[in-house]
């Protein structure tokens, strides 16, 4: 489905306090589906900011295969937006994905500033995204896109 900043809906977010208690759960949903397990933190991004600022935060997450790509992210630092979302609103829905050409060309594009954005996690240096905060609007928050060549090998890989 294209979006109207000319993008693809890519992923549908949840945060979790347990992300394997998590897999337990989606699992009955969407069996059979391959999980890839990552620890993911600021520290491995050329740049990580929040509200233009240098950011540090970690997290787990798992990655389903499938369209869209269902993502579990369970905060592991005591800081960040995951964290926060999850002590303010609890387990649940936090945002989509939407795949874009640009992250700065769409932030311009929707007239909006990230709340928090990344650049080079890939392994090569590439891939950027940028969360917009719309949970006024929507409820959830948007993430564009700019996926990267590759993530890596993944800590673990779990099929469902």
Do not use: C
Request: hydrophobic fraction near 35%; proline fraction near 6%; avoid cysteine.
């Amino acid at each position: 489905m294209t979006t109207p900043l000319g993008g693809e809906f890519h992923q549908v977010a949840f945060v979790t306090r347990d992300l394997d208690a998590a897999l337990d759960r989606f699992e009955t949903v969407f069996p059979g589906r391959r999980w890839r397990i990552y620890t993911f933190d600021s520290a491995t991004h050329a740049t990580a900011e929040r509200d233009g600022e240098p950011t540090a935060w970690v997290v787990r997450l798992a990655l389903g295969d499938g369209s869209p790509q269902v993502e579990l992210v369970e905060p592991v630092s005591e800081s960040g937006i995951h964290r926060e979302w999850l002590e303010q609103r609890g387990e649940g829905f936090h945002h989509v994905g939407i795949v874009v050409d640009s992250v700065p060309d769409s932030l311009r594009e929707l007239g909006r500033t990230a709340l928090i954005s990344g650049t080079g996690f890939g392994i090569d240096g590439s891939g950027a995204y940028a969360y917009v905060d719309t949970s006024a609007e929507l409820g959830y928050l948007v993430e564009l896109l700019e996926p990267p060549t590759s993530l890596g090998e993944p800590d673990a890989i779990r099929n469902g």
